[in-house]
């Protein structure tokens, strides 16, 4: 065997070596088997968004395929809280003729999750404050008609900020977590 051909074998035994460890998907192991997500509470003042986060929610678990989502709380190991808790606007840029005017605003919504395991009787964890973050424009500086208002701009950004913060919901709920 020529020298090219031993490089080579010694080459994909080794790739095959390394490689003999890896699985796919995903490792981290659940302390549940099923969930079921009470519906989405709103303290806050973000206009109707409740029901848009909650089957946010619901469509991420269902993609998710470590877990049941159950439709009685009586038949799920542990069960999902979500409360809004605050929802505010900050102005991010100002008007360069104005600076009075806000030109961009960040708007921010606020949810305090918990999720209590029917099995123990206690909650894996509660409480915890997830924060989202989405940026609008409520004009265009480059259009002579500025026909966007705040409200507009913020209704339009309002699914986009509720995927985003589901995301964030279904990470805390399937990652793999520590009490904190």
Sequence with gaps: MSG??????CLFVL????????????PAQLAFKSIY?????????????????SSQIRELFIRDSRTQMVNDHKEADVILFVN???????????QGNDTI??????????????????NSGSYLFEDRVLTQTNN??????????????????????MP???RK????????????????
Aim: aromatic share 12%; glycine share 2%; net charge negative.
């Design 15 to 26: 790739f095959l070596a390394g490689c003999q460890s890896y699985q796919l998907g995903d």
């Design 84 to 94: 809004l808790i605050s929802y505010n606007r900050d102005k991010a840029a100002r």
């Design 37 to 53: 997500i009470k519906p989405v509470t709103n303290d806050s003042f973000a206009p109707q968004v409740q029901a848009l986060l």
């Design 136 to 157: 609008v424009y409520t004009d265009n500086p480059y259009e002579q008609v500025q026909a966007p208002s705040l409200v507009q701009a913020e209704y339009q950004a």
């Design 101 to 118: 005017l806000a030109r961009t605003f960040d708007l921010n919504l606020n949810a305090e999750i918990s999720l209590f395991d029917q």
């Design 4 to 9: 090219y051909w031993r490089t080579n074998l």
């Design 160 to 162: 986009k900020l509720a």
């Design 165 to 180: 913060l589901a995301r964030k919901i279904a990470d805390e709920v399937l990652s793999p977590w520590e009490s904190r």
